[in-house]
């Protein structure tokens, strides 16, 4: 919601301001340099990616206007649950929350905790590193780097589709400017060669 109103004080400061100074709105109206604009963004956002981030920055696109699910009640809700498995482990031992964490939904532990078994990734996340505490195969520096390279991934993966855009949009300049000069002084001027 905040991209929202952000986009409607930009709008409103640029245009306002430019009506304010006197300008009229229709000038700016060019729907041939916008074509021009947009095509070129398009075309150098398909040829500076590959099929995978092109798909992931469109998929990732509708979020933008979205606000995250993630709320302090969340994360409250996530200290208590571990809070509790912990001490669960402490009392009963290791063992004692197998059946808890292979199935989630019929736990006595994880249905107290109704939004952060929502959460179909942070379900996974945790699950996955406490069946490797229960089999007791992995020793904890280990289980601690394996989180760290999941995170980054996790992280390098959400970066993706901010990156894709950001190197898109620092073109969106020279396509103005190439937009601008192609419809320049000469508009409406045909160019014949002999």
Known sequence: MLIVVGILIVLFAVFGGFAI??????????PVELFMIAGAAIGAFI???????????LKAFPSTFKS?????????????????????????????????????YESAVFSKYPGVVADSHLMEFL?????????????????????DVE?????????????????????LP?????????RGPHHGIRWHTT
Do not use: C, W
């Open 68 to 104: 995250h699910n993630r709320s302090k009640a969340l994360y409250l809700d996530l200290i208590t649950l571990l809070f509790e498995l912990l001490t669960k482990i402490r009392k009963e031992g290791l063992m004692s929350i197998e059946d808890d964490i292979e199935n989630i």
């Open 21 to 30: 100074d006197g300008g009229h709105l229709a000038a700016l109206f060019q």
């Open 151 to 171: 995170l980054d991934a996790h992280h390098t993966d959400e970066d993706l589709p901010i990156q894709v855009i950001s190197k898109m949009a620092d073109g």
């Open 127 to 147: 699950t996955d590193y406490l069946r490797l505490m229960v089999s007791g195969n992995v020793d904890s520096y280990q289980i601690e780097n394996l989180m």
């Open 174 to 182: 020279a396509f103005g400017i190439v937009a601008a000069v192609m």
């Open 47 to 57: 040829i500076g990616n590959d099929k995978e981030s092109i798909i992931t920055t």
